[in-house]
């Protein structure tokens, strides 16, 4: 298309511009140019197209001189997008004749000039500046006023080339434009579409930060009542209420809403209902675990940790956690609980399996088995680990050793029958003071009395499988036995007779020097296994620490089993009891009478040992009390913990692993141990021993290291993994052995948080990923991928 300007002059063309004429395309001329970088020019036009939309005709051909237009792309602009001069007025006559409305039905082109009385054709006068055209005026600037012979002119006017070619390029210019219309639109539908996916995204990403918070915290999401009336509508919906308070998007977004709903239009896409709250408890969940299984796949290697408890709704739920070694760190995940029926040795492998495949896990790559001692989990033949080992050898089979510490405990609970009869009545006494509101408020106001100002201590109930319950309740007794022996004597002595009188004589007897005796014997003892029970529940704890700690544990044992300590304990027990009004004996039990003889039998080793006769209570009370209970605590440590007389091939193997980790073995001349230990991991895993007597010999010569942890800081720093293969390769299956099951424990106490009685209808899924939150907290929140994974889940009719 051909492009003027407004100017006084004529118009300058180029052959290339009449070459763009004829083929109908329009480019702007020189003058063009200079009038587009002409600041004065510029304005003039502004002016001029200013002057013509105020007016009623603003394409009446006559403007062209009246206001000294010349032909540019502005102005055609504005004429098509206004389109031809056709005004519906009373047209003047002239010799009796006049312009005739219905003419403009049949010729779009036809236009009228209410100045000059005359019509014109709007394509010839805005596309056609041709030199050969230039001369043919009538039809462009000059008008046609003649009346009689207007049909006959329209006519052939319509018939030839110049309109022809005029035409066409109209109706060209016409696409152009209404083609960068559509682009323009498309361009801002997409910016629009873009803006309201953003907008979806920010609240979206809001909803997912009020869902890792409750999730995390435990807290329920629903309410009772969720109705608009509702004064309490949950914690979920009553979050976003208050956030939206403060924060503009969830603001607009609710008015959005409530909005919809007043004009009851479309439904609005709202994010709150209880179905988009369980699908972002889910993405966030199956986010976590994906990260999870990569850092898993990563490892290349792992050991599986299992447990079951009943919840809530008396179902049995087994939780499954896995440990690894990632970029030099143990890390045990949480992945999920699992409901089952039976929890015999075939259940749990079918379950096992089902979770493995579920989460991309290969058995191959199993290394360990960490669970209790259960027949069902521990069994040689049938036992969970034995199905395991039977597709796997080399996935070990470790007895979690808090668990074991604690069986040891109640074995020395049982180590003799005075042991027996203190803990028992330790559990008596915590029933009968905590068994009634009235014992137990004259406890506390006995407690007070004693120690005004401090806080009251609670007698503990004692438990079999709770680890720490025996330490407490024993501070706990230990620091209030006074006032318990106050509120029995004051029960005993009442009147009128208490209910409870009979029992509270019974147990005020019952407390005697052999009682106090052995809350003095047991309670410095427990305090020393609290400390190591915390230990080994500690998260990422290695073989190599718990063997320290228990060390450590029996240490202590053999320096407590000294006739000295226990003349401390027994001196303190004794003014105890004096002050307590208790008698102290003064007779060994059993040797009240001393007994006779028989000539016959005097010189017999039997009845010699039987009537072994001790010179004081003292030294009775130090071998057959105080020295069994250490001894057979002492036992028991080194038989679990050692794998002293047990001939466990998994034992030996896992003991083998820690002279690997010990400095002085590597360091001068060899150690005959730590060569063997070499020797029987290399016939298990099959490593090259050789090269792995060098890398040791090296690294340990290089490096200087105290524990399996700095080993592991040594090895980061410095690449360890280019330079110690085969060692790191050791270190890592090391790392990823299981030593406790208190990950799975901790899972426990969160489910009893989450699965309480009022969300006991909680399913499996939901349940899992609630659990997953509140456990790996930890783990970071890629909103992008939550949101993709929450849009992929169903067919979404918001734009996210």
């Not at 029995?488 to 004589?505: E, K, M, V, W, Y």
């Not at 820690?658 to 060899?670: C, K």
């Amino acid at each position: 298309m051909p492009s003027t300007n407004i100017a006084e002059e004529g118009d300058i063309e180029t052959d290339e511009a009449a070459t763009n004429a004829a083929t109908g395309s329009v480019r702007p001329t020189d003058t063009d140019v200079v009038l587009s970088e002409d600041h004065n020019e510029e304005e003039q036009i502004n002016h001029i197209m200013s002057k013509l939309a105020a007016l009623q005709y603003p394409t009446d051909p006559t403007h062209i001189h009246t206001f000294k237009i010349k032909r540019n792309d502005r102005y055609v602009s504005m004429c098509c997008n206004v389109g031809p001069c056709q005004p519906d007025i009373p047209y003047p006559k002239t010799e009796g004749r006049s312009f005739q409305k219905q003419w403009f039905s049949a010729n779009v082109w036809l236009e009228y000039s209410p100045t000059a009385n005359s019509m014109h054709c709007f394509s010839c006068r805005l596309f056609l500046s041709d030199e050969k055209y230039k001369s043919r005026t009538a039809w462009t600037t000059d008008g046609i006023r003649k009346w009689s012979t207007a049909l006959e002119k329209i006519k052939q006017h319509s018939s030839a080339e110049m309109h022809m070619t005029s035409m066409v390029r109209w109706i060209n210019f016409q696409k152009k434009a209404l083609q960068s219309a559509f682009d323009v639109s498309d361009v801002k539908g997409v910016e629009v579409r873009e803006r309201e996916r953003q907008t979806n995204k920010e609240i979206l990403t809001r909803l997912i930060d009020l869902t890792v918070y409750l999730a995390r915290q435990g807290q329920a999401f629903r309410g009772h009542d969720e109705s608009e009336s509702s004064d309490n509508r949950g914690n979920f919906r009553e979050l976003v209420n208050v956030f939206s308070r403060y924060d503009s998007v969830l603001k607009m977004h609710l008015e959005k809403i409530a909005t919809v709903k007043a004009t009851k239009t479309r439904p609005q896409v709202s994010l709150l209902s209880n179905r988009s709250q369980n699908d972002i408890i889910a993405a966030l969940g199956t986010y976590i675990r994906k990260e999870i299984q990569c850092e898993i796949k990563e490892a290349e290697m792992y050991s599986i940790l299992l447990d079951e408890t009943s919840d809530v709704s008396h179902k049995e739920q087994v939780s499954f956690v896995v440990r690894y070694f990632h970029h030099m760190q143990i890390k045990e995940r949480f992945i999920e609980v699992c409901n089952v029926d039976t929890t015999t040795g075939q259940e749990l492998e079918n379950t096992v399996f089902l979770l493995l495949q579920k989460n991309g896990l290969e058995m191959k790559n199993m290394y360990g088995q960490g669970y209790d001692g259960a027949a069902n989990m521990s069994g040689m033949y049938k036992g969970l680990q034995a199905r395991i080992r039977a597709h796997n050898e080399k996935a070990l089979y470790v007895h979690c050793k808090a668990h074991c510490l604690n069986l040891v405990l109640v074995e020395a609970s049982k180590s003799s029958k005075h042991f027996v009869t203190f803990f028992n009545l330790v559990e008596k006494l915590y029933a009968f003071c905590s068994g009634s509101p009235k014992r137990h408020a004259a406890l506390v106001k006995f407690q007070e009395s004693l120690f005004p100002g401090q806080r009251v201590m609670e007698l503990q109930q004692l438990s079999d499988t709770r680890w720490a319950c025996r330490e407490k309740a024993l501070k706990a007794l230990q620091r209030n036995l006074k006032a318990i022996l106050m509120l029995l004597d004051d029960i005993s002595d009442s009147d009128p007779p208490n209910l409870a009188q009979g029992d509270a004589q019974m147990y005020r007897n019952a407390i005697n020097f052999m009682f106090i005796l052995c809350m003095e014997i047991t309670t410095p003892v427990f305090e020393v296994t609290a400390l190591a029970s915390d230990s080994l529940q500690e998260e990422g704890l290695d073989h190599s620490t718990a063997y320290k700690v228990i060390d450590g544990v029996l240490h202590t044992l053999q320096t407590m089993r000294s006739e000295e300590k226990f003349g401390e304990i027994f001196r303190c027990a004794s003014e105890k009891a004096e002050s307590f009004n208790i008698p102290v004996p003064t007779v060994v039990p059993g040797q009240e009478r001393k007994r006779k003889v028989p000539v016959r039998f005097q010189h017999s080793t039997t009845v010699s040992q039987v009537g072994a006769q001790f010179e004081s209570v003292e030294a009775y009370f130090r071998s057959g009390v105080y020295f069994t209970f250490l001894d057979i605590m002492t036992g028991e440590l080194n038989r679990r913990f050692k794998g002293d007389n047990t001939g466990s091939p998994t034992a030996r193997i896992i003991q083998s692993f820690q002279p690997l980790t010990v400095h002085a073995n590597w360091v001068g001349p060899p150690n005959p141990e730590a060569i063997e230990a070499v020797h029987i991991l290399y016939e298990f895993y099959g490593e090259d021993e050789d090269q792995l007597k060098t890398e040791l010999k090296v690294f340990h010569s290089s490096f200087s290291s105290k524990d399996l942890r700095e080993i592991f800081l040594i090895l980061r720093e410095n690449n360890g993994q280019l330079i110690f293969p085969a060692f790191v390769k050791m270190i890592q299956l090391y790392a990823t052995l299981p030593v406790t099951t208190a990950t799975v424990e901790r899972s426990f106490s969160k489910l009893k948080i989450i699965k309480n009685k009022l969300r006991s209808l909680c399913g499996e899924e939901r349940l899992s990923d609630l659990l997953l939150l509140a456990i790996e907290k930890d783990v970071e929140i890629n909103y992008n991928e939550v949101i993709n994974i929450y849009k992929d889940m169903a067919p979404r009719r918001m734009l996210l």
